[in-house]
Protein backbone atom coordinates (compact mmCIF):
# COMPACT_ATOMS: atom_id res chain seq x y z
CA UNK A 1 0.00 0.00 0.00
CA UNK A 2 0.74 3.56 -0.71
CA UNK A 3 3.48 4.52 2.59
CA UNK A 4 5.71 6.85 3.62
CA UNK A 5 9.24 6.30 5.55
CA UNK A 6 11.42 9.35 7.48
CA UNK A 7 14.65 8.74 9.16
CA UNK A 8 13.67 8.41 12.58
CA UNK A 9 14.61 11.09 15.18
CA UNK A 10 15.41 13.33 17.44
CA UNK A 11 18.09 14.78 15.44
CA UNK A 12 19.96 17.20 16.95
CA UNK A 13 22.55 19.49 15.28
CA UNK A 14 24.74 22.87 16.14
CA UNK A 15 23.89 25.99 14.60
CA UNK A 16 24.89 26.44 11.41
CA UNK A 17 25.25 22.47 10.41
CA UNK A 18 24.02 21.38 7.28
CA UNK A 19 21.01 19.43 7.66
CA UNK A 20 19.40 16.55 5.44
CA UNK A 21 16.48 14.57 7.05
CA UNK A 22 15.31 11.13 4.76
CA UNK A 23 12.07 10.64 3.55
CA UNK A 24 11.14 7.71 1.24
CA UNK A 25 7.60 6.53 -0.30
CA UNK A 26 5.74 3.88 -2.05
CA UNK A 27 3.18 4.81 -4.18
CA UNK A 28 1.06 3.76 -7.19
CA UNK A 29 0.63 6.83 -10.24
CA UNK A 30 2.68 9.84 -9.41
CA UNK A 31 1.60 11.72 -6.11
CA UNK A 32 2.81 14.81 -5.07
CA UNK A 33 4.57 15.30 -2.00
CA UNK A 34 5.11 17.71 0.73
CA UNK A 35 7.14 19.05 3.83
CA UNK A 36 5.21 19.97 6.38
CA UNK A 37 6.65 21.62 9.88
CA UNK A 38 5.43 21.16 13.12
CA UNK A 39 6.61 23.89 16.10
CA UNK A 40 5.29 22.78 19.56
CA UNK A 41 1.44 22.83 20.41
CA UNK A 42 0.51 24.17 16.77
CA UNK A 43 -0.73 22.63 14.03
CA UNK A 44 1.17 22.29 10.52
CA UNK A 45 2.61 24.21 8.12
CA UNK A 46 3.59 23.75 4.84
CA UNK A 47 7.06 23.94 3.88
CA UNK A 48 7.42 23.52 0.78
CA UNK A 49 5.94 20.78 -2.26
CA UNK A 50 6.65 18.94 -5.22
CA UNK A 51 4.13 17.73 -7.92
CA UNK A 52 6.43 15.58 -10.40
CA UNK A 53 9.54 13.97 -10.67
CA UNK A 54 12.95 16.35 -10.83
CA UNK A 55 10.65 19.34 -9.46
CA UNK A 56 12.82 20.80 -6.22
CA UNK A 57 10.51 22.57 -3.71
CA UNK A 58 12.36 25.18 -1.61
CA UNK A 59 11.31 27.92 0.91
CA UNK A 60 13.07 29.48 3.87
CA UNK A 61 16.61 28.12 2.94
CA UNK A 62 15.02 24.48 2.93
CA UNK A 63 15.18 22.42 -0.39
CA UNK A 64 13.65 18.71 -1.32
CA UNK A 65 13.83 17.49 -4.55
CA UNK A 66 11.43 14.70 -5.83
CA UNK A 67 13.37 11.48 -7.10
CA UNK A 68 10.93 9.33 -8.97
CA UNK A 69 13.89 6.96 -9.37
CA UNK A 70 14.81 6.20 -6.38
CA UNK A 71 11.54 7.30 -5.05
CA UNK A 72 12.65 10.06 -2.37
CA UNK A 73 12.05 13.18 -1.05
CA UNK A 74 14.90 14.13 1.64
CA UNK A 75 14.70 17.78 3.11
CA UNK A 76 17.78 19.85 3.43
CA UNK A 77 19.18 23.43 4.70
CA UNK A 78 22.53 24.22 4.14
CA UNK A 79 22.75 25.91 7.24
CA UNK A 80 20.32 25.11 10.57
CA UNK A 81 18.79 28.32 13.21
CA UNK A 82 17.52 27.35 16.81
CA UNK A 83 14.44 28.55 15.22
CA UNK A 84 14.63 25.74 12.89
CA UNK A 85 13.87 22.99 15.75
CA UNK A 86 10.55 21.22 15.17
CA UNK A 87 9.22 18.25 13.62
CA UNK A 88 9.32 17.78 10.27
CA UNK A 89 6.42 15.41 9.04
CA UNK A 90 7.08 14.27 5.25
CA UNK A 91 3.87 13.26 2.84
CA UNK A 92 2.41 12.02 0.02
CA UNK A 93 -0.69 13.26 -2.00
CA UNK A 94 -2.68 10.66 -3.10
CA UNK A 95 -5.21 11.16 -6.21
CA UNK A 96 -8.75 11.87 -4.60
CA UNK A 97 -6.94 14.31 -1.99
CA UNK A 98 -5.93 11.72 0.95
CA UNK A 99 -2.47 12.65 2.56
CA UNK A 100 -0.31 10.27 3.81
CA UNK A 101 2.41 11.12 6.47
CA UNK A 102 5.14 9.45 8.32
CA UNK A 103 5.99 9.40 11.45
CA UNK A 104 7.47 12.42 11.74
CA UNK A 105 11.12 13.91 12.63
CA UNK A 106 11.98 15.98 15.62
CA UNK A 107 14.82 18.30 14.64
CA UNK A 108 16.61 20.22 17.65
CA UNK A 109 19.38 23.03 16.94
CA UNK A 110 21.44 23.85 19.70
CA UNK A 111 23.12 26.79 19.93
CA UNK B 1 -6.44 36.72 4.57
CA UNK B 2 -7.69 34.44 7.56
CA UNK B 3 -6.15 30.72 7.10
CA UNK B 4 -8.08 27.82 8.60
CA UNK B 5 -9.88 27.92 12.11
CA UNK B 6 -10.90 25.10 14.61
CA UNK B 7 -12.63 25.50 17.73
CA UNK B 8 -12.36 24.66 20.08
CA UNK B 9 -8.74 24.43 21.24
CA UNK B 10 -8.72 22.22 23.97
CA UNK B 11 -11.65 20.01 25.04
CA UNK B 12 -11.91 17.62 28.10
CA UNK B 13 -14.45 15.05 28.03
CA UNK B 14 -15.28 11.72 29.75
CA UNK B 15 -15.69 7.74 28.16
CA UNK B 16 -19.04 7.12 26.19
CA UNK B 17 -19.71 11.20 25.46
CA UNK B 18 -20.23 13.11 21.98
CA UNK B 19 -18.10 15.74 20.58
CA UNK B 20 -18.40 18.23 18.26
CA UNK B 21 -15.70 19.88 16.62
CA UNK B 22 -15.30 22.59 13.82
CA UNK B 23 -13.18 24.40 11.37
CA UNK B 24 -13.91 26.93 8.41
CA UNK B 25 -11.70 26.62 6.35
CA UNK B 26 -9.35 28.92 4.19
CA UNK B 27 -10.78 31.90 2.13
CA UNK B 28 -11.56 30.60 -1.67
CA UNK B 29 -11.25 26.62 -0.49
CA UNK B 30 -14.29 24.72 -0.83
CA UNK B 31 -13.06 21.03 0.73
CA UNK B 32 -12.53 20.24 4.12
CA UNK B 33 -10.30 17.30 5.13
CA UNK B 34 -10.01 15.96 9.22
CA UNK B 35 -6.95 13.88 10.19
CA UNK B 36 -6.20 12.71 13.65
CA UNK B 37 -2.71 12.97 15.20
CA UNK B 38 -2.07 11.18 18.31
CA UNK B 39 0.71 11.91 20.39
CA UNK B 40 4.24 11.39 19.00
CA UNK B 41 2.48 9.76 15.72
CA UNK B 42 2.10 11.14 12.24
CA UNK B 43 -1.49 12.53 11.65
CA UNK B 44 -4.19 10.21 9.95
CA UNK B 45 -6.61 10.83 7.58
CA UNK B 46 -10.08 10.35 8.75
CA UNK B 47 -12.62 11.79 6.06
CA UNK B 48 -12.94 14.78 3.22
CA UNK B 49 -15.79 16.65 2.32
CA UNK B 50 -16.48 18.50 -0.71
CA UNK B 51 -19.64 19.62 -2.09
CA UNK B 52 -21.35 18.91 0.79
CA UNK B 53 -20.57 15.13 0.97
CA UNK B 54 -17.98 12.69 2.36
CA UNK B 55 -15.91 12.29 -0.93
CA UNK B 56 -13.09 9.92 1.02
CA UNK B 57 -12.67 7.90 4.03
CA UNK B 58 -9.94 6.43 5.80
CA UNK B 59 -10.11 3.55 8.51
CA UNK B 60 -11.74 4.84 11.14
CA UNK B 61 -14.91 3.45 12.75
CA UNK B 62 -18.82 4.72 12.10
CA UNK B 63 -18.39 6.50 15.33
CA UNK B 64 -16.54 9.06 13.47
CA UNK B 65 -19.10 11.39 11.19
CA UNK B 66 -18.71 14.80 9.67
CA UNK B 67 -21.07 17.44 8.24
CA UNK B 68 -20.12 20.38 5.15
CA UNK B 69 -22.26 23.22 5.33
CA UNK B 70 -23.06 25.19 2.12
CA UNK B 71 -20.27 27.93 3.21
CA UNK B 72 -17.54 25.22 3.10
CA UNK B 73 -17.27 24.66 7.10
CA UNK B 74 -17.17 21.80 8.77
CA UNK B 75 -17.97 19.59 12.01
CA UNK B 76 -16.34 16.40 12.70
CA UNK B 77 -18.65 14.47 15.55
CA UNK B 78 -16.88 11.49 17.64
CA UNK B 79 -19.72 9.46 19.52
CA UNK B 80 -19.22 7.00 22.53
CA UNK B 81 -15.70 7.60 22.97
CA UNK B 82 -13.08 6.07 24.06
CA UNK B 83 -9.56 6.69 26.05
CA UNK B 84 -7.96 6.17 22.50
CA UNK B 85 -9.52 8.37 21.20
CA UNK B 86 -7.43 11.43 22.94
CA UNK B 87 -5.54 13.09 20.34
CA UNK B 88 -5.02 16.37 18.43
CA UNK B 89 -7.69 16.67 15.72
CA UNK B 90 -6.77 18.64 13.07
CA UNK B 91 -8.63 20.40 10.02
CA UNK B 92 -7.29 20.79 6.51
CA UNK B 93 -9.28 23.18 3.59
CA UNK B 94 -8.35 23.00 -0.30
CA UNK B 95 -9.32 24.06 -3.33
CA UNK B 96 -10.72 21.37 -5.87
CA UNK B 97 -8.51 21.75 -9.10
CA UNK B 98 -9.94 21.03 -12.38
CA UNK B 99 -11.73 17.20 -12.61
CA UNK B 100 -10.67 15.75 -8.94
CA UNK B 101 -7.11 16.73 -8.85
CA UNK B 102 -6.57 17.83 -5.39
CA UNK B 103 -4.77 21.31 -4.71
CA UNK B 104 -2.41 22.18 -1.43
CA UNK B 105 -3.98 21.26 2.04
CA UNK B 106 -3.42 23.65 4.02
CA UNK B 107 -4.03 23.29 8.13
CA UNK B 108 -5.84 24.49 10.94
CA UNK B 109 -3.98 24.83 14.35
CA UNK B 110 -6.11 22.00 15.56
CA UNK B 111 -8.24 20.87 19.11
CA UNK B 112 -6.56 19.08 21.46
CA UNK B 113 -9.37 16.50 23.17
CA UNK B 114 -8.24 14.91 26.17
CA UNK B 115 -11.01 11.60 27.13
CA UNK B 116 -10.68 10.51 30.72
Known amino acids: GDSVTQMEGPVTLSEEAFLTINCTYT??????LFWYVQYPGEGLQLLLK?????DKGSNKGFEATYRKETTSFHLEKGSVQVSDSAVYFC??????????FGQGTELSVKP | DAGVTQSPTHLIKTRGQQVTLRCSPK?????VSWYQQALGQGPQFIFQ???????QRGNFPDRFSGHQFPNYSSELNVNALLLGDSALYLC???????????????FGPGTRLLVL
Open chain 2, 27 to 31: SGHDT
Open chain 1, 91 to 100: ALLLQGGKLI
Open chain 2, 49 to 55: YYEEEER
Open chain 1, 50 to 54: ATKAD
Open chain 1, 27 to 32: ATGYPS
Open chain 2, 92 to 106: ASSRMGEGITQETQY
